[in-house]
């Protein structure tokens, strides 16, 4: 079986090329037609969460995708993915107006955590660091105005911090990454969810 | 925030890496923070602010500039999304400015005047990214030799007419493949050729590509512009004029955004490209006196 990878918008490329590394098959998961494919595990890639929850609702995948999460399929989603799978999304702050909820999310929802969207501030605010997560010991984490988890449910285990504040997390088959692993040249987080 | 470690290799790395999460996505010129907010709800994935898009800078003539700082704050604070904003070529003192509100891209653009007619800004002095306008390789890999972290195509702004875009894409492609079919011992002439280091000239006739991600900008104004953009090999859209010199901004927005996820899908396009009002009024550029595309290169 293949992992799909949702190709909406954002760095998709990149996460097919980290699965190909670690010689997993995957295919870019476009439209509500492309749900007809074989897949048992997905992966949201980053980009623009607005945009990509936008689409996804537009293109029907919303409700299709988060019905197969809810049932099991490993699921990894980074950064924006990692927003798209949060029960609730929190802003930056910054925002004066209020914008409708269709451009808050939250969108997928499975994953019982609250997520703070931009948390580190605008692009001067992005940073590259190393740090343990889980069993695995200096991971690079390339953290692009980045989201992280402001709170988690019971269920949801935390597997990494970064001054604090948790930047990636599980729950179930489902793992949340506030950072970028598909950008640094370790593959051992896409190794062990090919495994999942 | 956490360590921010801001060595310059590292803050080149993270720079070239937003531009990564922008590809497949649409950016937008917004003059005011509705529209700035239309553009999101529509499914941009980052807007430039600017007080005048390019139809009407054409159209006004005179010198035109940085946009007011107070402008641009207001649309940061209207929208979530990453925020462009744009400097005159070569006018390093704007782009401080920028760099100072904390934008999150600085476009140091034709379409404004530039503000010198040597030398383009040293864009490996400052933390904040920057995309720059590209005719050819040569200007492609000169900006990037200069910092730049984003390319996009010069095209001709202001204009609702696609070709120019087209044609610059067309050739950066053919140089690159052409760099590709090169023997190792000929790339140092194609350096001096192109004008351009040959380390960079090194990295296309290895990867095949640029070393940043490469987006079509110039004269986009319909579902089918920005598909054939992509189809073309851009890995995403700038959309200036196009959307809201149009009859229904909204709807085109987010018909340009269909049409650039769905880019091989001709059905979809053709969904999209139905009823959406008036397309911006083109002009062609042999009617027009100014290039904007023959500035800095």
């Not at chain 1, 980074?78 to 029960?87: F, M, S, V």
């Not at chain 1, 991971?139 to 105005?145: A, K």
């Not at chain 2, 531009?19 to 917004?30: F, S």
């Not at chain 2, 800078?57 to 207001?74: L, Q």
Request: charged share 25%; proline share 5%; aromatic share 4%.
């Amino acid at each position: 079986m293949a992992t799909a990878v949702l190709a909406l918008q954002g760095a998709f490329e990149e996460h097919e090329r980290a699965l190909a590394d670690v010689g997993e098959a995957s295919f870019e998961l476009r439209s509500a037609a492309d749900l007809a494919r074989p897949f048992d595990r997905l992966v949201l890639p980053g980009g623009e969460s607005t945009v990509q929850g936008k689409l996804l609702r537009e293109e029907g995948l919303l409700s299709p995708l988060r019905e197969r999460i809810a049932a099991g399929m490993p699921v990894l989603g980074t950064c924006a993915g990692l927003i798209l799978l949060a029960r609730a999304v929190e802003g930056d702050g910054s925002r004066k107006s209020a914008p409708d909820a269709a451009q808050t999310g939250p969108w997928i929802g499975t994953l019982d955590v609250v997520v703070k969207r931009n948390a580190y501030g605008r692009q001067l605010g992005s940073f590259h660091t190393e740090g343990q997560l889980g069993d695995l010991a200096h991971v690079p984490m390339t953290f692009i105005r980045a989201p992280f988890v402001a709170s988690a449910g019971p269920a949801v285990d935390v597997l990494a911090t970064v001054d604090g504040r948790a930047v990636a997390v599980r729950q179930g088959a489902q793992i949340g990454l506030a950072f970028h692993p598909e950008l640094d040249a370790d593959r051992r987080i896409h190794k062990s969810f090919a495994k999942l | 925030m956490a360590e921010t470690p801001q060595n310059p290799e590292e803050r080149a790395r993270l720079n070239r890496e937003l531009a990564q999460m922008l590809k497949g996505g649409v950016i937008m010129d917004v003059t005011t923070p509705e529209q700035a907010r239309i553009a999101e709800e529509a499914g941009a994935a980052a807007v430039m602010a600017l007080e005048r898009i390019p139809a009407d800078i054409r159209a006004a003539g005179g010198v035109s500039r940085m946009s007011d700082p107070k402008m641009i704050k207001g649309i940061q604070e209207a929208v979530s999304i990453p925020v462009m904003a744009k400097c005159r070529i070569g006018h390093f003192v704007e782009a401080q400015v920028l760099q100072a509100i904390d934008i999150d891209y600085i476009d140091e653009s034709e379409v404004l005047s530039p503000a010198d007619d040597v030398y383009h800004i040293d864009k490996t002095a400052f933390a904040v990214p920057f995309v720059c306008g590209a005719r050819n390789l040569g200007e492609a890999l000169r900006r990037i030799a200069e910092g730049a972290s984003m390319i996009r195509t010069k095209g001709e702004p202001g204009t609702g007419d696609v070709v120019q875009a087209v044609s610059h894409m067309r050739l950066i492609n053919a140089e690159i493949r052409h760099v590709q079919s090169l023997r190792a011992d000929e790339l140092f002439e194609e350096a001096k050729r192109l004008e351009v280091p040959v380390g960079l000239v090194r990295y296309v006739h290895q990867h095949g590509k640029l070393p940043v991600v490469n987006f079509a900008a110039g004269g986009v104004a319909t579902p089918a512009d920005a598909a054939l953009m992509m189809q073309l090999g851009a890995e995403g859209v700038f959309v200036g004029s196009g959307i809201f010199k149009s009859g229904n901004p909204a709807k085109r927005a987010r018909a340009i955004v269909g049409a650039v996820t769905n880019y091989r899908d001709p059905q979809v396009i053709a969904e999209l490209s139905e009823d959406l009002g008036e397309a911006m009024v083109g002009i062609n550029k042999d009617e027009i006196d100014l290039l904007m595309a023959e500035r800095g290169k």
